[in-house]
């Protein structure tokens, strides 16, 4: 493996492993709160996650010789931000979190349970995620309005940034935080002490507990989101790479990874679709056999993030929350405008998608059950009627 080594593979790696952590933690962090999460579990919850995606990156790609990147899932996270807290707090959430691991290993190991995700129609799937997104992406709005000294450096570091490189868009965007949170936020006396303090990262245990409610509000919803915006395209990026790795492994080895994060609330792992490109692509090396080294050192750097994350939660905690919100929303931007297009693009499924973009954009719930399943259902249900119309009408 050594020989395989390069320099190209190292910068590629440690650039990979900053925007990868730098770009959506704070979106995790939204996503653990959002559910229940007390800030020692949220702590947790993110120190477990990016230990065990840097793990499984070094062990699955040492393994195949494939540069196969791992991330957190993102979207999930965002559903998550949305969709409340559960009647038995974050354990139960956990639980859920369980459940959606355990059908995305099915999903792998089982052809029926692939197939049923596979039949769900892309732009509805889309159509969900665009909803979930929605109301995060209006943070950067709601920030300014907060207070336009604070919310409008973050903005303009993101758009000028990513106006020259995209990747560090959102890495600017937390620069221009912690310039605001130095210089424009007055923290009481004793504020920094207390961010060294708890800087150590303490894994904090949740035994899971288990809901039906759980289960459909929360486990479905982000199984389907974890297998439509992240693992299909993360095999698919893979391919365009001339790498053939089996999807159905994949699948299951994220799932068991992620099964070793959910109890110290971690949602869950998967494979990564924008940093997969950056390990796969000629950037990482000329030689498409060695390119796995990037992954491999991408790995490392997302462990030595995860030991860092007490650190990354006490200086957070310290900026206003819509501050925080506003950089998850900017960092969302992207997936959001990705997900629309992709759901309303169709004209057949235009209505269907709007109208589970609709519903699950309303964070209206019912029965205790989030916004984003019953968007999902309701546009199902939409595509499943237009079908039978049509067939009953070619058969008349």
Known sequence: MLKDFSAQSLFMGLLVAFVGFASSFSVVLQGLEGIGASPA?????????????????????????????????????????????????????????????????????????????????????????????LALCFAPVEAVKFDPLLGLPIIIAFVVAGAFNRLLAVPAALGALVLVLVLGVDLPAGSWGNVWREAAPLPVWVTPAFSLQATISVALPLFIVTMASQNIPGVAILAINEYRPSAGRMFSLTGLFSLVAAPFGGHGVNLAAITAAMCAGPDAHADPKRRYWAAIVAGIGYVVFGLMSGLVVALVSLAPPILIEAVAGLALIGAFAAAALAAFKEPDAREAAAITFLVAASGVGFFGISGAFWGLAAGLAITGIKGLAKRRHAGG
């Open 41 to 133: 579990q949220s702590a947790s919850g993110l120190m477990a996650l990016s230990i065990v995606m840097g793990i499984a990156g070094i062990v699955i790609s040492a393994v195949t010789r494939m540069p196969v990147s791992i991330a957190w899932s993102t979207p999930g996270a965002a559903l998550l931000a949305t969709a409340g807290t559960l009647p038995g707090g974050f354990a139960e959430a956990v639980g859920a979190f369980i459940v959606a691991n355990l059908l995305i290993i099915a999903a792998g190991l089982l052809k029926p349970v692939g197939r049923a995700i596979s039949a769900i129609p892309a732009p509805l799937a889309n159509a969900m995620l665009a909803g979930v997104l």
